[in-house]
């Protein structure tokens, strides 16, 4: 079985092009499969620095079951070392998105059609609704459109066709305070600085750090 694994590490160790091959057995494709996976993984890992000839050493010695040729000592230092340039790199992407934003919203803020709230919620009333004006505690069913500064899409209930209900207190700042000031019926354009949206932390890979967010929201009905 060791003989076994040690070539399988030689075997790891050799491959340069396995573009000829055609994995046709079950186990092949299985283990392309997983390979696949890892691959992608490291693909889509912050660092982009790995060296591939590095990565089939130490796969092949974790599968032979060959102890490490790099110490944990050694390991955890680099491991040290990149996750501060990592962090390092992330600051710096977020103190620019800060930055872009608060530019963003300085412009904007000068449109005649704008209005600027205390809290710093800008927003611009797209069509006036005479309906029930919600409150804190009400429930309400909304469509929205939201995007980046530059125009980039992450969320659309109209790309769903499918509205949106929540709390009025259980969402962003910038939506709690905008919600409370709109009627049924009407839509309103709204740009949320990060404070009011997502903060210095984001949300869940989807909205960056610092994000400053511009969203269309129609107020269809106060639910509750």
């Known amino acids: 079985m060791r003989e ?23 186990e092949q494709r299985v283990s392309y499969g997983v390979g696949r996976q890892l691959g992608d ?10 060296d591939v000839t590095a990565v089939q050493a130490g796969l092949a010695d974790a599968i032979a079951g060959i102890e490490s040729q790099v110490s944990h ?6 491991f040290a070392v990149v996750s501060q340039k990592l962090q390092e790199q992330e600051q710096a992407i977020a103190k620019e998105k800060a930055a872009e934003g ?6 904007n803020a000068k449109r005649d059609e704008v209005t ?3 809290s710093g919620l800008q927003y611009e009333v797209l069509t006036t609704g005479e309906g029930e004006k919600p ?6 069913r909304t469509h929205y459109h939201g995007t980046f500064t530059n125009g980039d899409v992450f969320d659309s209930s109209y790309d769903r066709g499918q509205p949106a209900e929540f ?31 997502y903060g210095e932390q984001g949300s869940q890979g989807a909205i960056p750090p610092y994000a400053t967010l511009v969203f269309d929201v129609e107020l269809l009905a106060v639910v509750s």
């Open 4 to 26: 076994l694994m040690l070539n399988l590490r030689e075997f790891f160790l050799g491959c340069k092009d396995m573009s000829e091959n055609t994995f046709e057995s079950i």
């Open 41 to 50: 993984q490291l693909r889509n890992n912050p660092f982009k620095e790995f």
């Open 73 to 78: 000592e050694a390991l955890n230092e680099a």
């Open 102 to 107: 608060e530019a963003f919203l300085a412009e």
């Open 116 to 118: 600027v709230t205390e």
């Open 135 to 140: 409150s804190a505690s009400s429930t309400v």
């Open 167 to 197: 709390p009025v207190n259980g969402v962003i700042a910038g939506w709690t305070e905008a919600l409370q000031m709109m009627t049924e019926g009407s839509k309103w354009r709204l740009y949320i600085p990060y404070n009011l949206a």
